[in-house]
């Protein structure tokens, strides 16, 4: 069937209305049919070229993306049994990122799973990690369940190369923050590494390949043995998953996505990312890596991922932290280009998040509180270019809200516009909210700002237009 394979690509990345329609002709009558098709009708053994979750999950994408849309900003954990060397193997620093050591250094299998015995975080407490999160104004959290090491960081019954059976912790901390979350009204996310596997046979591993004969084997068992019992663990036992974030899609060719993809009926709400297939075809976001698009990625919804220093994992040693202010202007950047910012902490083996990220998150919760409403639920800023700083908008029923986001406060008490065609109801300073004058100028507006700079890492002004946006840039 030549339609499966052209459809296959890009559904998250097509127009979606299209999209619909195709669906609907490939479907036909079937379309209604789909959403009560079970997982075992789904088995891609039984149909290879089956496209149910494109169908059921692509048109609504829209409906399942509206919260994360709204959240704009989350917090990455990247939490395993490398926190307990810290970046440091036979006395040597790793110049790479932490949860990398085991295929940096070639450690064997038998040799890196004994660290599990000294990895026992007696000081994690779910709740304070969630209201950490929560305070900095972040609106989820997406934690490595397994990362590259093999290592669960949950109560597998499927491999016990788990956090439960095999330290001396003996919890479940995915139990734990999901319980947490719920209480706190945060959304939960799982990373899961589902293609790289350093531990079990058969899982693939990135650039050296293979250093440990403990690790050959098939990937498809591997998969069928590991991976996808352990995602249907972690989709059924943990309540509400908002998020499956995939990681680094090697090998992972069209049938071995298909054993993954239908899991995701296990809980119809979530949104994925776009690391599940190597073609990175599949999914509802994509992920630029520590960097942010210069213009954002028109038409995609995308999320920028972030280490607060150099490393996602915990490295003892790393002291290169980002400020506060470049923390912020990121999630502003980002925000004014109509991205998601998650934004990573590392906790250590003793189940504490750092005080220097702890400190940074603290600050970005204090200008949350005053300026977050410039943040949440905003789209990107209609302007090429800002030289003050950036702009996010919302669209309201008889106009538009424009939040300029002042990075540079102005010294000559004028503030400028350019392009904005649109009449303009008010400007205020959003914090204290004293009203601005505002006049034509140049094509465009001037706001006259008072000497007084509100905050020196970013100040927002409000202002209120009448009708659609017309910018000419
Ligand atoms: C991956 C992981 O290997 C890493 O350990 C961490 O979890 C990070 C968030 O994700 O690293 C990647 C994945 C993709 C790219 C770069 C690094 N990429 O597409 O450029």
Redesign the pocket.
């Known amino acids: 069937m030549v339609l499966a394979a052209d459809f296959w690509p890009n559904w998250s990345l097509m127009n979606r209305t299209l999209l619909g329609r195709l669906s609907q002709i490939l479907g036909g009558g079937l379309a209604l049919g789909a959403l009560s098709v079970s997982l075992h009708a789904a088995d891609p053994a039984e149909n290879p070229t089956d496209i149910s979750w494109q169908r059921d999950f692509g048109p609504s994408h829209d409906r399942r993306m509206q919260w994360w849309r709204e959240a704009r900003f989350g917090m990455?954990i990247?939490w395993g049994v490398y926190s307990v060397p810290a970046g440091v193997w036979k006395s040597e620093q790793s110049k790479h990122?932490g949860?990398?050591l085991m295929l940096d250094y070639h450690i064997p299998v038998a040799e890196y799973a004994a660290l599990t015995k000294q990895f026992n975080p007696v000081k994690f407490d779910a709740t304070q990690w969630v209201r950490l999160a929560k305070n900095a104004g972040m609106k989820y959290l997406v934690i490595?369940s397994k990362?590259?090491d093999g290592f669960a960081m949950f109560r597998s019954r499927v491999s016990t190369y788990n956090i439960y059976d095999a330290t001396p912790f003996k919890r479940d901390p995915l139990k734990e923050l999901a319980e947490a979350c719920r209480k706190e009204g945060l959304r939960l996310g799982f990373?899961y590494s589902q293609a790289q596997d350093w531990h079990h046979p058969g899982g693939a591993a990135a650039r050296t390949g293979h250093w440990d004969p403990a690790q050959d084997g098939s990937m498809d068992d591997y998969l069928d043995q590991v991976a996808v019992p352990q995602v249907k663990e972690l989709l059924s036992n943990y309540g509400p998953i908002s998020i499956l974030w995939w990681?680094?899609p090697k090998d992972m060719i069209p049938s071995r996505v298909q054993k993954l993809l239908p899991l995701l009926k296990l809980q119809p709400d979530i949104v994925t990312n776009n690391?599940l297939d190597k073609d990175k075809k599949t999914g509802d976001f994509s992920?630029p890596?520590q960097k942010i698009p210069a213009t954002g990625l028109p038409g995609e919804d995308w999320e920028t991922?972030m280490t607060m220093n150099t490393t996602?994992?915990y490295k003892s040693f790393d002291e290169k932290w980002k400020s506060t202010e470049t923390l912020l202007r990121n999630l502003i950047d980002i925000a004014s280009k109509g991205g998601n910012y998650l934004l990573n902490v590392g906790p250590t083996s003793e189940g504490l998040i750092p005080a220097p990220s702890v400190e940074r998150l603290e600050a970005i919760g204090r200008w949350m509180k005053v300026n977050g409403e410039a943040i949440y639920g905003t789209t990107a800023s209609p302007f090429k270019e800002l030289a003050w700083g950036r702009c996010t908008t919302k669209a309201e029923p008889q106009g538009a809200t424009l939040y300029l986001h002042v990075f540079d406060w102005p010294r000559d008490g004028h503030l400028l516009l350019p392009g904005l065609k649109n009449e303009v109801q008010s400007a205020s300073l959003l914090s204290g909210g004293a009203r601005l004058a505002v006049e034509a100028q140049d094509g465009g507006i001037r706001i006259t700002t008072p000497s007084a700079c509100p905050d020196p890492i970013s100040s927002t002004v409000v202002l209120k237009v009448k009708g659609a946006l017309d910018v000419r840039n």
Do not use: Q, S
């Open positions: 990455f990247h990122i949860e990398w490595t990362h590259h990373y990681d680094t690391r992920t890596e991922c996602w994992g």
